[in-house]
């Protein structure tokens, strides 16, 4: 079949809708089928004429096509609006869940910048996770987006069992609770029912029990048996799934359950993701390297390209975080768990901490939890909430997440448009303020080839500030060289090209990176006139543009800098 990319560009005076230039498009190509639209824009101009630019393409088969620029639909959108440095650099993560799980909130859910789709496997159905999975797939592949997904592991930890009883229970000042593993359903006054049976292992007398870190604080007075018998001494709300930790001498008592860090249904939700084909598994309760080790031998042995992500959410992720940062490809600073082991002014630091720490090592870090809580119920965020947003951006961090905001929030839309403005804003000033970071300071690369590459990114780094060049642009198979480039925090933007979808995929989770799929040639310099020539045909490089070009397609073969003026 023919294969061709074509763009047009429709200028009416009145604003367009979807249907329409659809209905235009049939007519221009007149094609037998309807031509697929994968592309979209409706920014109104100062007259209020709109503007509506449509990429169409017939067959999905083009992908294959030397010719065929794999630019998504939300950056090309970006791009025509802001121009490259207006591009946002920050990447998005978004939990899924009820409130924005149909096809058509997912939708806008992409469009409003959403980079990575996060399902949280602690709850709904796996038949749930699937028809989430696939509709997001069919989404990149029927309208152009570029949405990862990741898969989040339950992992092992205590908590209050949910049996089922009310939302939430209250815990006056003085009142005597048990706190037990027996198994009961429904609910018994002023018995808490605890998820794991070693929970009390190693308490004593005295020791305090802190409910979801701080919701509301008990005394222990007495164990019997596995179970304990405590006082309210600080009051507060008991929720569902509510976390449960032990406290001595005002330092959290360090318990080493026998419980391992994947559990067999985690394995079993690892087997589901793969035959899902996720992009992302992130790990739950990680407490040292092995764990992250194993299941990254076990997806190479399956020949899986998955990327493993360790989350930081306990005291003894902390003890081991260089380990595990080596270990891993990539961190998430989960502070809601973070929070009920560490004493909650330490989570400003210990997240700044691991931000650096992940940016020296090259690994893509996300900051996740409570950014925008609020606005699962309210329709802005806090002012506060909007200063640790713009915090985490500061700290250059790869990416934010949304749980509850996108998962079970009336604003999921917003809280995205939240965080959107936010980076774009925080990004703009650090610029504008001559805030870009130093260079990270540690060596990284072990053989002469990844030290070659890392110094060539280095360079280019600071070559593409200095020089002021538009974008850089990168061919790359496995993405080594885009995230040595994104470790810099250059100023321009980066532009991955590959034709390996994993790393097309796992590229969505870098600072400043767009990943393009686009069938690479062993010929360089065909490679770079192609793509030049591509984005050029789209308008969106015009001539005396600057682009700064990096190639790591055939390592060893082929390492090149070059700065090309179109
Ligand atoms: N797939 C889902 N189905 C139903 N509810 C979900 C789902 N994912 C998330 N949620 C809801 O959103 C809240 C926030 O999500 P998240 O932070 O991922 O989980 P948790 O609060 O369990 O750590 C959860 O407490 C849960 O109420
Ligand atoms: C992201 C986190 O993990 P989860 O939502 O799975 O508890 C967290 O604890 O902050
Ligand atoms: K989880
Ligand atoms: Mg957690």
């Given amino acids: 079949m023919a294969s061709l990319t074509t763009d047009l560009a429709f200028i009416t005076n009145y604003p367009m809708v979807k249907a329409s230039c659809m209905e235009l498009g049939k007519k221009v190509f007149g094609v037998p089928a309807p031509p697929r639209i994968i592309g979209f824009n409706g920014r109104r101009s100062k007259s209020f004429s709109t503007r509506a630019v449509m990429q169409v393409d017939r067959v999905v088969e083009e992908s294959k096509n030397a010719d065929f620029l794999g630019l998504d639909v939300v950056t090309e959108t970006e ?51 699937q028809d989430v999975i696939r509709k997001v797939k069919k989404l990149n592949h029927e309208k152009g987006f570029c949405v990862s997904v990741m898969i989040d592991t339950e992992g092992s930890q205590i908590h209050v069992a949910d049996h089922g009883g009310p939302s939430s229970v209250k815990a006056e000042d003085g009142s005597i609770w048990f706190f037990t593993t027996e198994e009961f359903e429904g609910c018994r006054p002023f018995t808490v029912q605890a998820s794991y049976e070693g929970f009390a292992e190693g ?38 799934r509510a976390k449960l930790s032990f406290w001595r001498d005002g330092k959290l008592v360090e318990k080493h359950y026998e419980l391992p860090t994947l559990s067999t249904k985690d394995w ?19 407490r040292d390297d092995d764990a992250v080790k194993h299941l990254k031998n076990y997806l190479s042995t399956k020949n899986k390209f998955i990327k493993v992500l360790a989350k930081i959410e ?88 949304l749980s509850g905001e996108s998962a079970i929030g009336s604003f999921g839309e917003k809280a995205l448009s939240v965080l959107r403005m936010a980076s774009t804003r925080m990004e ?27 110094q060539i990114c280095n360079s280019a780094s600071r070559m593409a500030n200095n020089l002021g060049v538009d974008a850089v642009f990168v061919y790359t198979k496995h ?19 590959t034709n390996v979808e994993s790393t ?14 686009f069938d690479l040639s062993d010929d360089m310099d065909a490679n770079m006139t192609k793509t030049i020539d591509l984005v050029k045909s789209k308008g969106l490089l015009k001539e005396g543009d600057a682009v700064l070009i990096v190639s790591d397609a055939i390592p060893t073969v082929y390492q090149s800098l070059q700065v090309k003026i179109v």
């Fill in 79 to 129: 791009l025509r609006e802001k121009g490259f440095l207006g591009l946002r650099k920050t990447k998005l993560v978004c939990t899924v869940g009820p409130a924005c799980c149909s096809y058509e909130e997912l939708e806008k859910m992409a469009s409003a910048g959403m980079n990575v789709a996060r399902l949280n496997m602690c709850h709904n159905t796996r038949n749930w996770h």
């Fill in 203 to 240: 308490i004593k007398e005295g020791d305090e029990l802190v409910v979801d870190g701080g919701m509301a604080t008990f005394e222990v007075i007495e164990r019997i048996g596995n179970d304990l018998r405590c006082k309210c001494i600080d009051p507060g709300l008991l929720l569902p």
């Fill in 268 to 286: 079993s939700d690892i087997e589901f993701g793969i035959s899902e084909g996720v992009d992302f598994i992130a790990m739950s309760f990680v």
């Fill in 314 to 401: 306990s005291l003894e992720s902390l003890h081991n975080l260089e380990e595990i940062v080596e270990a891993s490809d990539g961190i998430m600073v989960a502070r809601g768990d973070l929070g009920v082991e560490i004493p909650l002014e330490q989570i400003p630091t210990v997240q700044e901490k691991i931000v650096d720490l992940c940016r020296q090592l090259n690994k893509p870090v996300i900051v996740a939890s409570q950014l925008l809580e609020s606005m699962i119920e309210y329709p802005t965020p806090t002012r506060a909430e909007v200063a640790d947003v713009s915090e985490a951006v500061r700290q250059y961090a790869d990416a934010l997440m």
């Fill in 428 to 454: 703009l000033w650090s610029r504008e303020e001559n805030q870009q970071p130093a260079f990270p300071k540690c060596k990284i690369g072990v053989s002469l080839t990844d030290q070659i590459a890392e």
């Fill in 479 to 497: 993405g080594k060289m885009a995230s040595l480039l994104s470790r810099n925090r250059p100023i321009p933007p980066i532009f991955a090209f």
């Fill in 504 to 517: 097309q995929m796992a590229l969505n989770l870098q600072w400043g990176v767009t990943p393009v799929f």
